[in-house]
């Protein structure tokens, strides 16, 4: 058994029902333990598109690292993702944050196809307010707790991330 930090995020087509229906299936699985409320954040990289909507999910179970990697893109094929630009517009993107063993020991990997943890997770905004309001005292292997990550991102980058109550 395993434990993966996952980030959802859609700006393509209805954002707010891709992640529901994506939470929905890890739920009906049986492998969601948590997920956050979600949040609009503008677009990352260099390619002009809409905001996001973003989520973080903790999932747990019988997979290991690569295994969530493959949900994952299944997850993005059943919401109808292409992958035609990179860090272009996407109707669902899902990126494996973190895999953590039973013992706590948090699963690493060099590999270009799964690198744990996520190389830019620190210095995302929309993936760290998410995962911080799920688990406050939550850490990123290599790189500290979440909270301090935050602290140290540059104002306008938090506050871009803005909480999105639509669904609440």
Known sequence: MT???LSLG???GDRAAALRTAIGTLKD???LVARSTLYESPPWG???????????????G???ASGWLVRAHELEQAAGRTRDVRWGPRTLDVDVVTVTDDDGTPV????????????RAHERAFVLVP????EPGAELPGRGPVAALLAAL???DLLAVTRWDHLH
């Open 131 to 134: 995962w911080a309001t799920l």
């Open 154 to 156: 540059p104002t306008d």
């Open 62 to 64: 019988a997979r290991d």
């Open 108 to 119: 690493l990997s060099d590999d270009p196809r799964l690198t744990l943890p996520h190389p």
């Open 10 to 12: 859609a700006n393509l």
């Open 29 to 31: 699985e049986g492998v």
């Open 46 to 60: 260099p390619v002009e598109q809409p905001p996001y909507l973003n989520a973080v999910v903790v999932v747990r």
């Open 3 to 5: 434990r993966a930090v």
